[in-house]
């Protein structure tokens, strides 16, 4: 190594040093500024959220009061699994369709038959078990794809069904 070499290799090692011991005292101003100056405040509705995500997932019941509580928690359950069904439950196929189905069987995206006759009586004719079948876990065939429940998992098969029934009606007159 020449002189020109350890000269350079000296001033270079200052720099990166001056450097180094900038940013250190940086990084501690701004930790010491944002400590002193930046408070942070818990909203009611984030105590709420960080209490649901550390809340237990299940619960123990036993003896008396807990066959009590358990039916309280089976009747909670089972009114949140009511209120989370896809159009409040309901079994109106004019509704299901006009709020889900429409989107593809008016157009005919994705080869979806729309509501006339010359689409429908070839399906129809197949039975409506077998769609009823299609329209609940799918289909695929050579004309276009049926997603399962129209691409609404919330939907009940009773509700699907009973969206077939309207749909077939509609385009065939039965």
């Given at each position: 190594m020449n002189r020109s070499d350890l000269d350079f290799l000296k001033k270079f090692s200052v720099v990166i040093a001056i450097l180094l011991s900038t940013t250190i005292v940086l990084i501690?101003?701004?930790s010491h500024l944002a400590e002193?100056?930046?408070k942070y405040e818990v909203t009611p509705q984030a105590a709420a959220q960080t209490e649901a995500r550390i809340a237990p997932v299940g619960a123990v019941f036993a003896g008396e009061a807990g066959k009590i509580e358990h039916a309280a928690a089976e009747d909670a359950a089972k009114k949140r699994a009511a209120s989370e069904v896809a159009?409040?439950?309901?079994?109106d196929g004019k509704i299901i369709f006009g709020n889900l189905c429409t989107g593809?069987?008016?157009s005919g995206a994705g080869g979806a038959p729309t509501l006339?006759?010359?689409h429908w009586?070839?399906?129809a004719a197949e039975g409506k078990d077998t769609l009823y079948q299609h329209a609940i876990n799918g289909f695929t065939g050579n004309s276009g794809v049926m997603p399962a429940k129209g691409g609404?998992?919330?939907?009940?098969?009773a509700q699907v069904k009973a969206t077939v029934d309207w749909m077939v009606a509609q385009?065939?007159?039965k």
């Amino acid at each position: 190594m020449n002189r020109s070499d350890l000269d350079f290799l000296k001033k270079f090692s200052v720099v990166i040093a001056i450097l180094l011991s900038t940013t250190i005292v940086l990084i501690f101003l701004g930790s010491h500024l944002a400590e002193k100056y930046h408070k942070y405040e818990v909203t009611p509705q984030a105590a709420a959220q960080t209490e649901a995500r550390i809340a237990p997932v299940g619960a123990v019941f036993a003896g008396e009061a807990g066959k009590i509580e358990h039916a309280a928690a089976e009747d909670a359950a089972k009114k949140r699994a009511a209120s989370e069904v896809a159009y409040g439950g309901t079994t109106d196929g004019k509704i299901i369709f006009g709020n889900l189905c429409t989107g593809c069987h008016t157009s005919g995206a994705g080869g979806a038959p729309t509501l006339d006759a010359a689409h429908w009586a070839a399906r129809a004719a197949e039975g409506k078990d077998t769609l009823y079948q299609h329209a609940i876990n799918g289909f695929t065939g050579n004309s276009g794809v049926m997603p399962a429940k129209g691409g609404n998992p919330a939907l009940t098969d009773a509700q699907v069904k009973a969206t077939v029934d309207w749909m077939v009606a509609q385009a065939t007159g039965k």
